[in-house]
């Protein structure tokens, strides 16, 4: 069967049975189970009220359970725990770990996910607020924005082809293609350089692109905290002479900065799990190794389930202070 | 005062300029992708791709048409013709008949070759090749020419891209792959947290703090952990790596950010609304249906645009859930990165592929930019 076929027939299936369930496990419940008539009607309606908000909620816990508590919780017995050849496993402690410790390929991808996180949400949270201040008055700041939120709709993967172009290099001597090697080569006067092959600065190489896609992401959400601020504050601060600068830094800002953790926090989340450009444009050679990447190193290239849970975990680790954060805070909300 | 709107105006000069600069550091790199997709390989191997756009300059080594064409014209024994394939606008600044001198003969000049004959070349690549004994052998006269070519760009590669009966270079398959990949993934997930949505936001039972205190923490719970544990359980319980597990996964994987904007939308909603219609007898099943789902509409939409976005773009998930070792069931973004393996060097192929893969993600972005960013702000100012 053709596979676009195939996709129909499974939309159909897959929103019948949605729709087959909801309805029929509504109506099973009012007709059958508990009808609100005769007898017990008042008891029937209380019954049937408190079982409800179940069925409306158990295929969405049912999915959040398997996919996503379970894993973790798979993943964590995993990570301590050895594949024995021919099957089954056994406990081991904390031997993957200390194996993962050893290894000077982990410290690597440690290192360099620091600098991500150090660099990346930090970048572009600056970026989108300059931008978004920017464009906040200008007439054509609409078009501006959404040009520069653009790189939000393509791929990490097309993103790292996009940008190979721009570090392509070509021998010395003969035309460079790549922006990057165009400049360096014409304006500056230096030899082309393969950019992705230097160890250390590679990494800001890779970390432009993300900066590039996550620009747009802060523009958008801190454009819009900045149109939230009351006029008045400005005013009053224009009136008593503070000049454009003082009134962004002093007055704006601060009252934004709710808005400005939850975008870092957020840019924070997408870096450590930072793979797919990684992945694709230099695959950890050169010293580029991040921990997602060599998460899948290990578990599909050397098939060590073990170690591989147990980077896996160490990603873990590193969102779980924001995970209780964002946790916390929805719950002051709600009260 | 004059003094203070003199700086104003400059102020308001140097944002519109940043701006403008800003603006095309950010577009640069994807023009160039786009731009160099509509080239030949040996133009963008030859050239940068921001010099498309402008007549270049070049070097050619072209030829005259065989001896067996000549003429008789009188005495002389003549060739005629033009050195560019019909249709092409060259021009000509300089030319020559040896590799030594190949800019020695300006257009229109005649070229004095001894025993070969006498060449004029003219500007547009006409030339006169004449000589008083009959040209022999079989290939025509080389002739070295500067040719300045206006901007020429070509479908080739999209219809190599998209039509070519090589698989490795072919997105064909690989883009309705991704289609049926993506469409069942977005709309499965919209159902069920819909319905989850309502209840949290709507309806009262022991534990709702709890529900939604969960659902914010698997928010940002990786998904990297969940992908051995989960292959394992297809692998166990049949489902064995395809589109169901896919579908799947990215249903789990997109829950929790679909309750999560759904539920905080769905909570905004009047309340009066929904008590009116509870007093008139309706179900909580009718309101779901009836009410609650045509007014979230919005929020629906914004869910939609981000899981088609993120579905459509995704790799890790095709990779661990979808792609066996046949390869028949690749995506675009898998395809595209085997591509930067294979034909790293071929860039009108990558440029061409990358594109064919963005074109759809661009399109939706652009058309659906406002649900994008409503969706946006209910996700992350709350």
Redesign the interface.
């Known amino acids: 069967m053709h596979?676009?076929l195939?996709?129909m027939l499974?939309?159909a299936i897959?929103?019948g049975a949605?729709?087959t369930y909801?309805?029929g496990s509504?109506q099973f419940l009012?007709k059958v189970l508990y009808p609100p008539k005769g007898p017990n009607a008042g008891r029937n309606i209380n019954r049937a009220?408190?079982i409800?908000?179940?069925l409306?909620?158990f295929?969405?816990?049912f999915?959040?359970s398997?996919?996503?508590?379970?894993?973790?919780v798979?993943?964590l017995r995993?990570s301590v725990t050895q594949r024995i050849p021919g099957g089954g496993s056994e406990f081991v402690g904390l031997d993957n770990y200390k194996q993962m410790f050893g290894e000077s390929k982990f410290w690597e991808a440690m290192r360099n996910n620091m600098l991500w996180l150090i660099v990346v949400p930090a970048v572009s949270t600056a970026m989108g607020l300059l931008?978004a201040q920017?464009?906040d008055?200008?007439r054509w700041?609409a078009i501006?924005k959404?040009?520069?939120?653009?790189?939000?709709?393509?791929?990490?993967?097309?993103a790292?082809?996009?940008?190979?172009?721009?570090y392509?290099a070509r021998p010395p001597g003969t035309?460079?293609?790549?922006?990057l090697n165009?400049i360096y080569v014409g304006l500056m006067g230096g030899e082309p350089q393969q950019w992705l092959t230097i160890p250390f600065w590679n990494n800001f190489f890779l970390m432009i692109v993300l900066i590039?896609i996550q620009?747009g992401?802060a523009m958008?959400?801190l454009s819009?905290?900045l149109r939230g601020i009351p006029e008045e504050t400005v005013e009053a601060a224009i009136i008593d002479g503070a000049n454009?600068f003082q009134v962004f830094f002093k007055i704006k800002v601060p009252q934004i900065m709710g808005?400005i953790v939850?975008?870092w926090t957020?840019i924070t989340?997408v870096v450590?799990?930072i793979?797919?450009i990684v992945?694709?444009m230099t695959n950890g050679q050169w010293e580029t190794q991040v921990l997602?990447n060599y998460?899948?190193d290990k578990?599909?290239r050397s098939n060590d389930?073990g170690v591989?849970?147990a980077s896996?975990?160490v990603?873990?680790l590193l969102?779980t202070p924001?995970?209780v954060w964002?946790?916390y805070n929805?719950?002051k909300?709600?009260r | 005062m004059s003094n203070i709107a003199g700086t104003k105006s400059s102020?308001t000069w140097a944002?519109?300029l940043?701006?403008v600069v800003?603006?095309a550091l950010?577009?640069?790199?994807?023009v160039?992708?786009f731009v160099?997709s509509f080239r030949t390989a040996d133009q963008?191997?030859?050239?940068?791709?921001?010099k498309a756009l402008f007549p270049q300059e070049q070097n050619e080594v072209l030829r005259t048409a065989e001896p067996g064409t000549q003429v008789q014209e009188g005495p002389l024994y003549v060739i005629e013709g033009n050195l560019f394939d019909a249709g092409a606008e060259s021009e000509i600044s300089a030319w020559g008949t040896s590799s030594r001198e190949i800019s020695a003969y300006a257009p229109g000049e005649t070229a004095d070759m001894g025993e070969d004959g006498r060449l004029t070349v003219e500007a547009d690549g006409s030339y006169r090749l004449e000589n008083d004994v009959a040209f022999e052998g079989r290939r025509g006269e080389r002739v070295f020419v500067t040719a300045t070519a206006p901007p020429e760009f070509t479908l080739d590669n999209y219809r190599q891209v998209l039509l070519s009966e090589d698989a490795t270079d072919s997105m064909a398959k690989a883009f309705?792959?991704t289609?049926?990949?993506t469409?069942?993934a977005t709309?499965?997930p919209i159902?069920?947290?819909a319905?989850?949505a309502?209840?949290?936001a709507w309806?009262?039972?022991p534990g709702?703090?709890l529900?939604?205190?969960?659902?914010?923490?698997?928010?940002?719970?990786?998904?990297?952990?969940?992908?051995?544990?989960?292959l394992?359980?297809h692998l166990g319980i049949g489902i064995g790596k395809g589109?169901?597990g896919v579908?799947?996964?990215h249903?789990?994987?997109g829950?929790?950010l679909a309750?999560y904007l759904l539920r905080n939308y769905m909570v905004g909603l009047p309340r009066d609304i929904i008590e009116n219609a509870r007093v008139d007898g309706a179900?909580?099943?009718q309101i779901?249906v009836k009410i609650i789902l045509p007014l979230s509409f919005p929020a629906l939409a914004s869910f939609a645009i981000f899981q088609f976005?993120w579905t459509?773009?995704?790799?890790?998930v095709a990779?661990?859930f979808l792609i066996d070792a046949t390869g028949e069931?690749t995506v675009m973004?898998r395809q595209?990165?085997e591509l930067?393996g294979t034909r790293g060097g071929n860039?009108e192929i990558?440029?061409t592929?990358?594109f064919v893969?963005?074109a759809v993600?661009?399109a939706?972005?652009?058309a659906m930019?406002k649900y994008?960013?409503r969706g946006?702000?209910a996700g992350?100012?709350?």
Not at chain 1, 146 to 158: D, E, K, R, T
Not at chain 2, 44 to 49: D, L, N, Q, V
């Open positions: 596979p676009a195939q996709g499974t939309i897959g929103v949605c729709i909801f309805w509504n009012d009220n408190m409800r908000p179940w409306f909620l295929p969405a816990i999915a959040l398997l996919y996503l508590a379970y894993p973790v798979e993943t995993l931008v920017l464009t008055r200008i700041g501006a959404s040009l520069i939120f653009m790189p939000m709709a393509i791929s990490f993967v097309g790292a082809v996009i940008w190979k172009l721009v392509d035309e460079q293609i790549g922006v165009a590039w620009t992401f958008v959400i819009a905290a454009p808005t939850v975008v957020t989340i450590l799990k793979f797919d992945f694709a997602a998460m899948y578990l599909f389930w591989g849970s896996a975990m990603i873990m969102v924001i995970l964002n946790v929805a719950r909300e709600m | 102020l944002v519109h940043s701006v800003l603006v950010w577009l640069f790199p994807t160039g992708l160099s963008i191997a030859t050239s940068g791709w921001w309705f792959n289609l049926t990949v469409i069942p709309v499965i159902l069920i947290a319905f989850a309502y209840a949290l309806m009262d039972f709702r703090a529900l939604i205190a969960a659902v914010v923490g698997l928010l940002v719970v990786p998904l990297q952990l969940a992908l051995i544990p989960l394992k359980l589109y169901l579908w799947l996964a249903t789990g994987f829950l929790p309750i179900s909580d099943f779901f976005l459509w773009n995704d790799l890790l990779l661990v069931t973004t595209i990165v930067l860039w990558l440029a592929a990358a893969s963005i993600p661009l939706v972005f652009f930019q994008l960013v946006m702000l992350s100012v709350k």
